[in-house]
């Protein structure tokens, strides 16, 4: 079966990818009060590859995954099914955690509750590189969190040693909380909508912080957002997510550019002005395509493709069949019937709402 | 949380009374001895059940005992009960509690069980029968069983925080930076439970100091030992009522009536504590009102 396929192409395949995830799937089973189990499918047959030096940004509406997919990659869930290679290493089940996150840190969403409120700054970093280092001396201790709050932008470091989390802004809550990331000198950096709680004016900051640490210091990395404007001014790779799998993946300017999956143009026309960046809220970017009807269940995910009952394209095999993946090449892929039946050129003829207004209503029923 | 635990009007007033009473145990030796140079236990042949008077404030007991000199060292014994009891039921509550919430799964299921039984036997009963055995053992014994029947509730309490507070991001965040399972409870998350661990230990105090008391009055106690409860079951015994000895066994029992009124004052505190506050409302609640919102308005619209 073609979608059992593995780690996406990429522009720089020739080399190991840092961290990669093979064809993870998560399934949760969650218990209803009358006892009933039922499986939740948040991630399904999912790959993606970080490079160091390259960011890869993950972009869907709520509930398609992002997280999930995230924290399979910082090992906090053991994947279903497939599995996570670190340095093309497959990482063992139950193997030691300590290793792995001396390597892999993930930055969560909400910077006021990944910092205890009842720790100074000092203490956060201090135990990091103390964890990291046991021979690290106090001293040096002191000289490192300096020299990383100052790597993070946070000047004078000295400043910052001593203070609460109440008392810093958002923005520099978020630093603080990349700052002792840094501290175990890790290779992959996951970010989890990383700037999305953070004030619109500083956002633009937190990307150009993101973007030098991948690029002049070689961090491979995840950047999961739900605004298409920030992916594209930060990231190298773009990959669009869809209830729990990945439709559509590639280089930043032929996915946004030149979408090949009908849901990825969606999302690109319902961003209301892709050069403004980190201006939009999850609201408005998803109002459009919420307008199309609830986003799938995936205790029972529609049958073929999973965008089929919202798709203007649909045809009646989108509800039978998976789509399977199609190259496109330059490490451009899509997973869309329309791909396979030769009407690839019909996704960029015209505007979404146009086509979805065409939509033959008794094929969809169908 | 803890700010506004003490800040209660309520919590402060049975605070006080616990300080008040706390004070009165600590310096109990030096009250009796150097201020009033009375012995509690020395019987004054000359005054025998007399009356509250100037040379005995609080009158004197059927055997020439001073009672006031007996309520400060009663507070002395009462209180060395209630910190004891409460220091070993909370330590149990904490190793029982946050443990099994921390780790939850087997350890939880194991943990949980022995917190069940010890919250269903039936306590009074099993007091009498392992102080029967240890009959004569003093407040020290006394304090030791009340400790060990009285932590599961505070366990059951501690539990349910813990597992609320352990998946919480900032928890994740210093597990994913390889932090130890003990420093992640002792330094993550104890400091979240500052508040319910004060307060239950301010409960269990008093509640301790009430069953000495009512230990001491059903004869469970050591006929050498000063507190509320033997000064309350020796005026029993020598049926002070009867004979109107009102002085002997009111101001032990106000102490205790006192004590139970800061009890109660303080567990308003830890239900006020408790109230789940407001939370903030999920994106998704907000998202979904808002589609709700949108669908009335075009309602309104077409129609
Ligand atoms: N621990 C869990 N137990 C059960 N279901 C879960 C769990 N975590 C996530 N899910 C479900 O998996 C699906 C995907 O969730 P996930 O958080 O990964 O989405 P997301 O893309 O990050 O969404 P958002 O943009 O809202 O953060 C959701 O339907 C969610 O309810
Ligand atoms: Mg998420």
Redesign the interface.
């Known amino acids: 079966m073609t979608r059992h396929d593995g780690a996406p192409a990429d522009t720089a395949d020739h080399e190991v990818a840092v961290l990669s995830a093979v064809d993870v799937s998560k399934h949760f089973v969650v218990r209803n009060a009358v006892g009933n189990s039922s499986v939740v499918r948040a991630v399904e047959h999912a790959s993606v590859d970080l490079h160091a030096g390259r960011i890869v940004a993950v972009v869907g509406e ?1 509930g398609s995954g992002k997280t999930t997919l995230a924290r399979l990659l ?1 090992r ?1 869930y053991e994947p279903t099914q497939g599995q996570i290679r670190l340095d093309g290493a497959p990482v063992a089940k139950g193997s030691a ?2 290793g792995y ?2 390597q892999v ?2 930055i ?1 969403q ?1 910077p006021f ?4 409120p ?2 100074r700054v000092r203490h956060n970093l201090d ?2 590189l103390r ?2 280092d046991r021979r690290l001396g106090r001293a040096e201790r002191r000289r490192r969190a300096v020299e990383l709050l100052e790597r993070v932008s946070l000047t004078p470091g000295e400043d910052f040693l001593d203070k609460f989390p109440h008392e810093l802004s958002g923005g520099q809550r978020q630093r603080v ?1 990349i700052a ?2 840094l ?2 000198a890790p290779k992959v950096l996951l970010g989890d909508e990383p700037i999305s709680m953070l004030d619109v004016s500083i956002r633009l900051e937190m990307l150009n912080l993101l973007g030098r640490l991948s690029r002049e210091e070689g961090l491979a990395m995840l950047y999961i957002t739900h605004d298409i404007a920030s992916a594209r001014y930060v990231c190298d790779d773009v990959v669009v997510m869809y209830a729990g799998q990945m439709t559509e993946g590639g280089p930043k300017d032929r996915v946004i550019g030149a979408p090949a999956h009908p849901y990825t143009k969606l999302l690109v026309e319902s961003s209301p002005d892709p050069d403004r960046v980190g201006t939009t809220s ?2 408005d970017q998803f109002a459009d395509a ?1 307008a199309l009807g609830e986003p799938p269940s995936l205790i029972e995910p529609p049958t073929g493709c999973r965008f089929h009952p919202r798709c203007p394209f649909a045809m009646s095999r989108c509800a039978e069949e998976e789509p399977p993946r199609t190259d496109l090449g330059d490490g451009h892929w899509s997973r869309c019937w329309l791909h396979q039946v030769g009407r690839a050129d019909e996704i960029g003829a015209d505007t979404y709402s146009a086509a979805l207004a065409r939509r033959d209503p008794a094929e969809v029923a169908s | 949380m803890n700010s506004s635990f003490g800040s209660n009007p309520k919590v402060r007033f049975g605070l006080v009374v616990v300080t008040f009473f706390a004070a009165l145990a600590i310096l109990g030796p030096w009250l009796t001895g150097t201020v009033m140079g009375i012995d509690p236990r020395a019987n004054d042949i000359s005054a025998i059940a007399s009356p509250p008077s100037s040379e005995h404030w609080l009158g004197t007991t059927q055997f020439g005992q001073d009672v006031l000199a007996q309520l400060i060292a009663g507070a002395r014994g009462s209180m060395f009960v209630g910190v004891l009891a409460a220091l070993i039921g909370t330590v149990l509550a904490i190793v029982f509690g946050v443990t099994a919430g921390y780790f939850g799964g087997r350890t939880d299921h194991v943990l949980n069980f022995v917190t069940n039984i010890f919250m269903v036997m039936p306590v009074l009963p099993l007091i009498f029968i392992v102080s029967g055995y240890l009959r004569g053992t003093g407040l020290w014994m006394i304090a030791i069983i009340i400790g060990v029947f009285g932590w599961a509730g505070g366990a059951r309490t501690l539990r349910a925080q813990t597992m609320s507070v352990r998946n919480r991001d900032f928890v994740l965040a210093m597990r994913m930076l390889g932090e130890s399972n003990p420093r992640l409870i002792g330094s993550e998350v104890l400091p979240h439970l500052g508040g319910w661990v004060a307060s239950m230990f301010l409960s269990a105090m008093i509640g301790a100091i009430l069953a000495e008391a009512g230990l001491a009055f059903l004869g469970i106690s050591d006929s050498g030992a000063i507190s509320w409860g033997s000064m309350i079951q020796a005026a029993q015994s020598q049926s002070a009522v009867l004979r109107g000895l009102w002085w002997w066994f009111v101001p032990p029992g106000l102490c205790i009536a006192l004590i139970g009124t800061a009890a109660a004052m303080l567990n308003f505190g830890v239900d006020e504590l408790s109230n789940p506050k407001l939370r903030s409302a999920t994106r998704k609640v907000v998202r979904r009102t808002r589609r709700v919102e949108r669908a009335v308005a075009a309602e309104t619209r077409t129609a």
């Open positions: 709520s910082a906090f955690a300590r996150h001396q840190q993930l969560f909400d509750g990944s910092l205890n009842v720790h135990r990091a964890i990291h909380v002792r990331a501290a175990v999850r609201d919420e």
